[in-house]
C-alpha cells in the first residue's frame, strides 16, 4: 500500500473529504446555501477576512467547491485553485489578472475562439494589445515579444488542429523575459500533461471537457501558487463572480471519480480508430498528436503521457456536400459541438459560416473534428467506414 497518500487514486476518491464533518457519508453533501452565520462578531470577523479559505459567502468559499478545489489543483500539481462557472470565466479571469492598460500578449494562433475574441476585442477597450504566433518553433515568442509584453498564451494541443507549442521552452523565453505564462490544458488533461513541472505559471482548463465528462456541467478551473490564486481571489473570482453552482461542483466531483478510468479507454479507443483512418483511401490526414505520421511526435511522447480522445481528419473530397453526405451518414457520433463526455461527436468546420468567408489555411474547410467517447471502438469503426463508404 501506498504511503505518501499523493497518488491519483488518493486525489481522486479521498483528497478533500472530510466525512467525518457529515455524518461519514460516502458522497459529499452539496451545501447550497448563499451565505454562513457565525456565533459572534469576532468570529465572523475573523472569516471575511478570510474568505478565500473559510465559508462565509458562497461567491468566495463554499465546502462543495471546495473540496473539488483540493482536488484539482492536486491533479496540476499546483498550490492552489480556483473553480469557475465556464471555462472562458477561468481563462478571461487568468489573462486579465496579468495585463493592465498598456501591455501586450503573444498568444499561439487559433486558440479556443472566445479565447482569439479576448485578446483580439475585447481587451483593447482596455489598452492591453496582442499578436498572435504559430508558436511551432518556440522563438516565434521571443520575436513577438516586446518592451511592454506581460503574457505569453498557449494552447497545446491546440484543440481543432492538434499542433503543439514545445511548453518547456516557451517556458524559458517567457522566464528569461519576465513573461508569465498561461496555458490551456483542456485539451490534453492533467492526466497526460502537466504545463507547472514544464515551468507554466497559471494552467487553465475548461472542466466542461474531460474534468467532468459527462456532458451535463460547464465549468473552468485555474490553478497556480498560491501567491497567483490570491490575488486573481480578490480581484477577477471576487469582482466578476463567475463562480459554480455547489450542485455543478457535486457533479464534478462525481464526474472525477472516473477520470483515470475514462481517459484510459479514450486513449486506446482513439488510437485504434486513428490507425484505421490512416489506412483510408478517403482521407488526406489524421491530425492527433501521437499519430507517427505527426510531424511533432516526438515533441508529444517528450511532453505528453498519452494521447486523448480528439482528433481531426482532412477528407479527401471536392465539395461542401460531400462532408455532409458523409457526417450526415454517421449513426454512433452525435453532430455536435465540445468533447469530453461518454458520447462520441462529429463537428465539421463547414458549420461555421467564417471558416468558408476566412480561409485560413490552419482551419481548412475540409477539417472534420472527432471525439472518441466511451463506446465500443469496433462499432464506431463500423460506421465511420460505413460513412465513408458513401462519398
Ligand atoms: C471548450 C473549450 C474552452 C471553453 O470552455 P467553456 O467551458 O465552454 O467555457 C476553452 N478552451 C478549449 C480548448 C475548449 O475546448
Same mark, same amino acid.
Given at each position: 500500500m501506498k504511503s505518501d497518500f499523493s497518488d491519483l487514486s488518493y486525489i481522486l476518491n479521498t483528497l478533500g473529504e472530510e466525512r467525518e464533518n457529515y455524518f461519514n457519508a460516502v458522497s459529499p453533501p452539496?451545501?447550497?446555501?448563499s451565505n454562513f452565520s457565525f456565533k459572534s462578531v469576532s468570529d465572523m470577523r475573523d472569516k471575511i477576512e478570510h474568505e478565500i479559505d473559510y465559508p462565509y459567502y458562497t461567491r468566495g468559499n463554499n465546502p462543495t467547491v471546495e473540496i473539488l478545489r483540493k482536488k484539482i489543483a492536486a491533479l496540476e500539481g499546483a498550490e492552489d485553485a480556483l473553480v469557475f462557472g465556464s471555462g472562458v470565466a477561468a481563462i478571461s479571469a487568468a489573462v486579465m489578472s496579468q495585463l493592465k492598460s498598456g501591455d501586450h500578449a503573444v498568444c499561439v494562433s487559433n486558440p479556443y475562439g472566445w479565447t482569439e475574441r479576448l485578446f483580439k476585442e475585447y481587451l483593447t477597450k482596455y489598452g492591453v494589445t496582442a499578436d498572435f504566433v504559430s508558436g511551432v518553433d518556440p522563438s516565434d515568442f521571443d520575436k513577438a515579444a516586446k518592451e511592454n509584453t506581460k503574457v505569453f498564451y498557449l494552447e %497545446?494541443? #491546440?484543440?481543432?488542429?492538434?499542433q503543439l507549442q514545445d511548453i518547456a521552452a516557451v517556458s524559458e523565453i517567457a522566464k528569461r523575459r519576465n513573461c508569465k505564462l498561461i496555458i490551456d490544458n483542456s485539451c490534453a488533461s492533467p492526466l497526460n500533461q502537466s504545463p507547472i513541472s514544464m515551468g507554466a505559471d497559471i494552467v487553465v482548463h475548461s472542466a466542461t471537457k474531460y474534468l467532468n465528462g459527462h456532458s451535463d456541467v460547464l465549468a473552468g478551473v485555474l490553478c497556480s501558487t498560491r501567491k497567483v490564486i490570491e490575488d486573481v481571489f480578490q480581484n477577477e473570482f471576487m469582482n466578476l463572480g463567475g463562480i459554480i453552482s455547489p450542485n455543478d461542483a457535486w457533479l464534478m466531483i462525481r464526474g472525477l471519480r472516473t477520470l483515470e478510468l475514462r481517459m484510459d479507454r479514450l486513449a486506446t479507443s482513439t488510437m485504434q480508430i486513428v490507425e484505421f483512418l490512416e489506412q483510408?483511401?478517403?482521407?488526406d490526414k489524421v491530425l492527433y498528436p501521437? %499519430?507517427? #505520421?505527426?510531424?511533432?511526435y516526438d515533441l508529444a511522447l517528450r511532453q505528453m503521457k498519452k494521447g486523448s480522445g480528439q482528433f481531426s481528419i482532412l477528407l479527401n473530397v471536392n465539395s461542401y456536400a460531400q462532408i455532409e453526405t458523409f457526417c450526415d451518414s454517421l449513426?454512433?457520433?452525435?453532430?455536435?459541438c465540445s468533447w469530453g463526455g461518454h458520447e462520441s461527436l462529429v463537428y465539421p468546420l463547414?458549420?461555421?459560416p467564417s471558416i468558408i468567408k476566412d480561409n485560413n489555411p490552419s482551419r481548412p474547410w475540409n477539417l472534420v473534428r472527432f471525439y472518441i467517447g466511451l463506446e465500443n471502438p469496433e462499432v464506431l469503426i463500423e460506421d465511420l467506414e460505413n460513412a465513408l463508404n458513401k462519398i
Amino acid at each position: 500500500m501506498k504511503s505518501d497518500f499523493s497518488d491519483l487514486s488518493y486525489i481522486l476518491n479521498t483528497l478533500g473529504e472530510e466525512r467525518e464533518n457529515y455524518f461519514n457519508a460516502v458522497s459529499p453533501p452539496i451545501i447550497q446555501t448563499s451565505n454562513f452565520s457565525f456565533k459572534s462578531v469576532s468570529d465572523m470577523r475573523d472569516k471575511i477576512e478570510h474568505e478565500i479559505d473559510y465559508p462565509y459567502y458562497t461567491r468566495g468559499n463554499n465546502p462543495t467547491v471546495e473540496i473539488l478545489r483540493k482536488k484539482i489543483a492536486a491533479l496540476e500539481g499546483a498550490e492552489d485553485a480556483l473553480v469557475f462557472g465556464s471555462g472562458v470565466a477561468a481563462i478571461s479571469a487568468a489573462v486579465m489578472s496579468q495585463l493592465k492598460s498598456g501591455d501586450h500578449a503573444v498568444c499561439v494562433s487559433n486558440p479556443y475562439g472566445w479565447t482569439e475574441r479576448l485578446f483580439k476585442e475585447y481587451l483593447t477597450k482596455y489598452g492591453v494589445t496582442a499578436d498572435f504566433v504559430s508558436g511551432v518553433d518556440p522563438s516565434d515568442f521571443d520575436k513577438a515579444a516586446k518592451e511592454n509584453t506581460k503574457v505569453f498564451y498557449l494552447e %497545446s494541443p #491546440n484543440s481543432v488542429n492538434f499542433q503543439l507549442q514545445d511548453i518547456a521552452a516557451v517556458s524559458e523565453i517567457a522566464k528569461r523575459r519576465n513573461c508569465k505564462l498561461i496555458i490551456d490544458n483542456s485539451c490534453a488533461s492533467p492526466l497526460n500533461q502537466s504545463p507547472i513541472s514544464m515551468g507554466a505559471d497559471i494552467v487553465v482548463h475548461s472542466a466542461t471537457k474531460y474534468l467532468n465528462g459527462h456532458s451535463d456541467v460547464l465549468a473552468g478551473v485555474l490553478c497556480s501558487t498560491r501567491k497567483v490564486i490570491e490575488d486573481v481571489f480578490q480581484n477577477e473570482f471576487m469582482n466578476l463572480g463567475g463562480i459554480i453552482s455547489p450542485n455543478d461542483a457535486w457533479l464534478m466531483i462525481r464526474g472525477l471519480r472516473t477520470l483515470e478510468l475514462r481517459m484510459d479507454r479514450l486513449a486506446t479507443s482513439t488510437m485504434q480508430i486513428v490507425e484505421f483512418l490512416e489506412q483510408h483511401p478517403k482521407i488526406d490526414k489524421v491530425l492527433y498528436p501521437f %499519430s507517427k #505520421n505527426n510531424p511533432q511526435y516526438d515533441l508529444a511522447l517528450r511532453q505528453m503521457k498519452k494521447g486523448s480522445g480528439q482528433f481531426s481528419i482532412l477528407l479527401n473530397v471536392n465539395s461542401y456536400a460531400q462532408i455532409e453526405t458523409f457526417c450526415d451518414s454517421l449513426n454512433r457520433f452525435l453532430l455536435a459541438c465540445s468533447w469530453g463526455g461518454h458520447e462520441s461527436l462529429v463537428y465539421p468546420l463547414i458549420v461555421s459560416p467564417s471558416i468558408i468567408k476566412d480561409n485560413n489555411p490552419s482551419r481548412p474547410w475540409n477539417l472534420v473534428r472527432f471525439y472518441i467517447g466511451l463506446e465500443n471502438p469496433e462499432v464506431l469503426i463500423e460506421d465511420l467506414e460505413n460513412a465513408l463508404n458513401k462519398i
